[in-house]
């Protein structure tokens, strides 16, 4: 068994951690021959600028961190936007024909059309918000009056379009 004077940790020992020449980390029995000429002699750019901290990272990898929108994701949001608006114009166009053949008046048809196009506007509205910047625009302030608007105009559609 050894003595303690000998066991780092214990009372007795000599405390060699805060001289300049340790080199950190060593295994019992290894001599303190690790020169310092591996480390910097100069300080980085970075060491006196502030250090930005987001959630996530190695603590928390299910955080999505938080950042600005970016006017590049904003852009696509609004062309993926436009082109979906496109399509539902199609669409609308598709349903009163749809209706009309159903034998109901052209202007219910058309109203009926016109709050279909509004109702999956709103919707897409609501997506393509969401997937631009959740931490934003994903809040029942926003996506709540978008999805609420959306689906009665959804319902409506439905209920102009029977008469």
Do not use: C
């Amino acid at each position: 068994m050894q003595n303690a004077q000998t066991q780092p940790g214990h009372a007795g020992a000599p405390d060699t951690a805060g001289t300049a020449t340790d080199p950190g980390f060593k295994l019992p029995g290894q001599a303190a021959t690790t020169p310092q000429d591996s480390l910097p002699k100069t300080t980085p750019d970075t060491a006196t600028q502030p250090v930005e901290i987001a959630p996530g990272g190695a603590t928390n990898t299910s955080a999505a961190p938080l950042r600005d929108t970016a006017g590049r994701d904003m852009a696509i949001g609004a062309v993926a936007f436009v082109v979906l608006l496109v399509i539902y114009f199609f669409v609308r166009n598709a349903y009163v024909h749809h209706l009309v053949v159903k034998r109901v008046a052209p202007s219910a048809a058309g109203s009926a059309g016109w709050l279909l196009f509004v109702g999956m506007g709103f919707l897409s509205a609501a997506v393509v918000l969401a997937i631009v910047n959740a931490s934003r625009y994903l809040t029942p302030a926003i996506t709540g009056p978008l999805v609420v608007v959306g689906v009665v105009t959804l319902v409506a559609a439905f209920f102009v379009g029977r008469r």
